[in-house]
């Protein structure tokens, strides 16, 4: 949601947006979600990943473990990628009337990166030399999160618990006080692993007695629990913007990212202490991957739908179709989400899922 809110201004392009909007993006700051989503990520990822270790006795068990591990995360993640990747190439050549989605070519050569995951060492690069990379942008975290599955087995196997507990560790305090101003400022925003790092480690932490110790039951109460989250919000989105040309700026945000996951690794409801927004969470919890894929390509879309409609009407493209925009973009977005899930997403997933049971 944190990224939604973010991408926002692509959907809303124009100079004259209301004077509240342009307030908003001045005080307020979204692009910690990315880092929020690679704490939970290196949790969620490690914890399963450590189950399935831990049941595999002897090298060749923990490198099939590892085998099936890629296979599940290949389907689950490569196909829905690979198909609004195709959609931003195939709208740059047909349906670009706005320019919207920027040149064919420069996206032709960055879908290459995409293609092999490497793409956030690059981003920065084209962007410095001018290339539009907002229609392809969301693919950098995706290739730092690829990265990271192919690496995180490989060293659960290959080196001790604590030893690489301490080289996680250390990331962190490195990271900690790098410049890492963003989005694009500076190389080092597309290759942050701090966040992921600090997920690894409370996997870890969550399986030793030391989780039961650290237990917030100060949380158990409703007030507590929200007055608890509020501050990590606040953390995330209000503190990054005047320290954002600081270099602990992005620490900060990644350090309030790994206290939720934190809460919310005990799984007692320190997190969102309320039962009533829970089907609406459920319902983007379940289609994140896909809203996150489809969110900029739908926004751009409907640019280049209301550019093309003002074109043919003798009309401004401006704040005036603010309404228009807002309630054609969620409709579009919600849709693809929902399509994008129910049809590509879950039946690939499910396949992996099966493909991976038949391997030794």
């Given at each position: 949601m944190l990224t939604l809110f973010q991408h926002f201004p692509v959907l809303?392009?124009?100079?004259?947006?209301?004077?509240?909007?342009n307030a908003l993006y001045d005080y307020v700051s979204f692009w910690g979600g990315v880092d929020l989503f690679f704490a939970v990520s290196g949790f969620v990822v490690t914890s399963s990943l450590l189950r399935e270790l831990s049941a595999a006795r002897g090298a060749h068990h923990s490198w099939s473990a590892t085998k099936r591990f890629w296979t599940r995360r290949a389907f689950r993640l490569f196909p829905l990628a690979w198909f609004w990747l195709a959609i931003v190439l195939v709208c740059s050549a047909f349906w670009n009337d706005s320019s919207q989605f920027g040149r064919v070519d420069d996206?032709?050569?960055?879908?290459l990166w995409i293609f092999f995951y490497l793409y956030n060492w690059v981003a920065y690069g084209l962007f410095v030399a001018g290339v539009n990379i907002a229609p392809l942008g969301v693919y950098w975290?995706?290739?730092?999160?690829?990265q990271f599955y192919v690496l995180v087995p490989l060293l659960?196997?290959?080196v001790h618990r604590r030893a690489l507990m301490a080289i996680l560790a250390a990331a962190i305090a490195i990271q900690f006080f790098l410049w890492r101003p963003g989005p694009w400022l500076d190389p080092m925003w597309g290759l942050r692993s701090d966040a992921l790092a600090w997920g690894v480690l409370i996997a870890f932490l969550a399986r030793g007695p030391w989780h039961e110790r650290l237990r917030p039951t100060w949380l158990a109460t409703r007030t507590t629990a929200f007055a608890a989250n509020a501050l990590l919000l606040g953390a995330i989105t209000l503190i990054s913007m005047p320290l954002l040309m600081v270099a602990i700026a992005t620490g900060v945000v990644v350090l309030a990212s790994a206290a939720w996951v934190w809460l919310a690794s005990y799984e007692r409801g320190y997190v969102l202490p309320t039962r009533s927004a829970r089907p609406i969470l459920?319902?983007?919890g379940a289609r994140s991957y896909s809203l996150y894929l489809a969110h900029v390509t739908v926004f751009m879309l409907v640019n280049e739908i209301t550019f093309r409609l003002a074109a043919a009407r003798g009309l401004a493209t401006d704040a005036s179709w603010l309404w228009i925009h807002a309630v054609l973009g969620a409709v579009l977005l919600f849709a693809a989400a929902?399509?994008?899930?129910?049809?590509?997403?879950?039946?690939?997933?499910?396949?992996?899922r099966a493909l991976a049971e038949r391997m030794a």
């Open positions: 809303f392009p124009w100079r004259d947006r209301p004077a509240w909007f996206n032709a050569r960055q879908a975290s995706l290739s730092l999160e690829e659960l196997i290959a459920l319902w983007f929902e399509l994008g899930y129910r049809f590509i997403e879950v039946p690939l997933r499910n396949y992996g």
